[in-house]
């Protein structure tokens, strides 16, 4: 609920405070007086789209600030939790308008951007005038207003999850049958690859290996007769033999060196001991290096098989067996495609059958509720004197989607026999000013905790009619909260809060001001409404009685 509003220094306002109440708040004033300026001003602390200059001649910036009641359970504190801002039973909003065009707004002292601002604002107001094509008369919301009349979320819920599975599902399928026709149209090579490269059976870092052992053995031949030279240098026809001579003859006259050759003798021995060690080495060397030629050629053959295979595929030799395994893969989906494909066109059967009785039962209930509408309508239409007017909620087949089968339009008949069409098509200014209300106080949910602002919806009605249009406009707001600008006198004498506004002028400013009116103040101004500029003792008569009918 709209508690207050204070307007500094925007278009024509230089300072503006106003504290609603509950109930149905009027506002009235002579034409060009200002009273869509103060709507412009709250649309823009709202984060609605509307003029590009609203700062006041003169000024650095605009600044509008609105204050809403905000009791438990109100849809607006999901967003604001979502947004992370703290949540009392009081919501501050404040919007700046610089005058280089920047705006910056805040929600309880949290600066947020417009998306959360008018995210929030969807919640709180909701503003209704006769060419309101983006709310009653818009054919695109009607399902989502039948919807929320009959209070479906539950059901339209589950239709957007069997919606979303049949999908998924049918995705499924398709990138399965994708995959089976690019693989039914490589079946021949897969094979013959697969076939290949299971005869070859490469391993992961073999073709180094075979590389090591061919350069190997290919230079053998020169390094065996190297090697062989040195392990004779190392045998008892060299190094060896010295070393055990200078052993023994060394031996022979240790006793009488007096020590000075144990030393001597014990790094022999050492030297003895590193010789057996090379001599091993050398041996077995030789032995490796030992290989029947028809070793070379076979490692050869294989070598360049490997190598051959993996420029075939365009990969390097160690991922050769990862390819093998990715064929087969491949290969398998092919081997394994009737039974998969069953699989899934089952699924796809299941999914669709849920889609199917959740949106059929969902049309049923549809259907139900639009016939529930059409006589709420009637009901209402009767007291504002369109009782020979016919309101039709039009249920008829439609494209399968998230929402169901359906489509969902609101048409009119403004006299029995006469062709239904479209709201905004067929009926006059202030038919659809009574259509638009009624439709409203059928949709409305009085716990919404909306603030619903009706511009001028009695334009082009008057006498009786006025005041049936000023009763539903005073019922509706017996649960809430209605701001309601008319110039309809039958109106404003229902409201339960009068504001007048007022325009000033003189030779360097104009300037406009919101005024509340006392009950004398408030005669004043219905006979205005009733008689012109003049104001007659007849005419304050006439809104005395207005007044007195409540």
């Keep these: 609920m709209l508690r207050g509003l204070d307007i500094r220094d925007m278009l024509i306002i230089d300072r503006l405070e106003l504290n609603f109440q509950p109930g149905l708040n009027v506002l009235t004033g002579e034409t060009g007086a200002g009273k869509s300026i103060l709507l412009d001003c ?30 438990e359970g109100h849809p607006g504190r999901a967003i604001l939790q979502e947004a992370g801002i703290s949540i009392d039973d009081e919501l501050i909003l404040r919007r700046v308008n610089s005058r280089d065009g920047r705006k910056t707004a805040w929600i309880n002292d949290r600066r947020v951007s417009g998306e959360v601002l008018r995210a929030l604002s969807d919640t709180l107001v909701e503003l209704h005038g006769q060419h309101d094509d983006r709310g009653l008369l818009n054919p695109r919301g ?4 039948l919807d929320a009349f009959a209070g479906l979320s539950d059901d339209v819920a589950l239709v957007r999850s069997a919606w979303k599975a049949l999908n998924q599902t049918r995705k499924a ?28 059976a490469p391993e992961p870092g073999e073709e180094q290996t075979l590389d090591t052992q061919r350069r190997l053995m290919q230079a053998a031949e020169k390094i065996r007769t190297d090697i062989a030279k040195a392990g004779e240098a190392l045998g008892l026809n060299g190094a ?19 020590g000075q050759l144990d030393e001597t003798l014990s790094a022999i021995e050492r030297a003895a001991l590193a010789l ?45 067996s990862d390819l093998a395994d990715d064929l087969r893969n491949r290969l398998a989906i092919l081997d ?39 006589q709420a309508m009637a009901t209402e239409l009767a007291p504002l004197k369109m009782e020979r007017a016919v309101f039709t909620t039009d249920l008829q087949p439609a494209e399968p989607g998230p929402e169901g089968i359906d489509t969902v339009a609101f048409t009119v008949a403004t006299n029995p026999g006469a062709p239904a069409g479209p709201l905004n098509k067929i009926a006059s200014g202030g038919e659809l000013s009574r259509f638009l209300l009624a439709l409203k106080v059928c949709l409305t949910d009085i716990n919404s905790g909306l603030t619903m602002i009706f511009d001028e919806i009695d334009r082009g009605v008057g006498g009786a009619t006025a005041d049936a249009v000023g009763r539903r406009l005073s019922d509706l707001a017996g649960a809430g909260q209605v701001l309601v600008v008319t110039h309809s006198p039958q109106v404003a004498a229902l409201g339960a809060h009068h504001w007048r506004v007022e325009k000033h002028q003189d030779a360097a400013v104009t300037s406009s001001t919101v005024v509340a009116l006392s009950p004398q103040a408030r005669v004043d101004e219905i006979a205005r409404m009733i008689s012109g500029d003049t104001i007659t003792d007849a005419a304050r008569e006439a809104a005395k009685e207005l007044i007195r009918s409540l």
């Design 42 to 71: 709250l649309g823009f602390v709202l984060g609605w789209r509307g003029r590009a200059e609203l700062v006041r001649q003169g000024a650095e910036q605009g600044e509008v600030t609105a204050c809403f009641d905000l009791p």
């Design 142 to 145: 009607h399902r989502q207003m």
């Design 173 to 200: 399928l398709e990138s399965a049958q994708v995959r089976i026709d690019e693989a039914k149209a490589e079946e021949d090579y897969l094979r013959h690859a697969v076939a290949e490269l299971d005869a070859l």
């Design 240 to 258: 060896e033999g010295m070393v055990t001579d200078a052993s023994r003859w060394l031996e022979g006259v240790v006793d009488q060196a007096e």
């Design 276 to 320: 057996d060690e090379a001599q091993q080495g050398v041996t077995q060397c030789l032995d490796a290096l030992s290989f029947n030629p028809t070793e070379l050629e076979e490692a050869e053959e294989r070598l360049f098989a490997i190598r051959g295979l993996a420029r075939k595929h365009n990969v390097a030799p160690d991922e050769l």
């Design 336 to 374: 394994d495609s009737a039974s998969d494909l069953e699989t899934l066109q089952g699924n796809l059967n299941t999914a669709q059958a849920k889609y199917d009785d959740a949106s059929n039962g969902l049309r049923r209930k549809r259907s139900d509720a639009a016939q529930a509408l059409d």
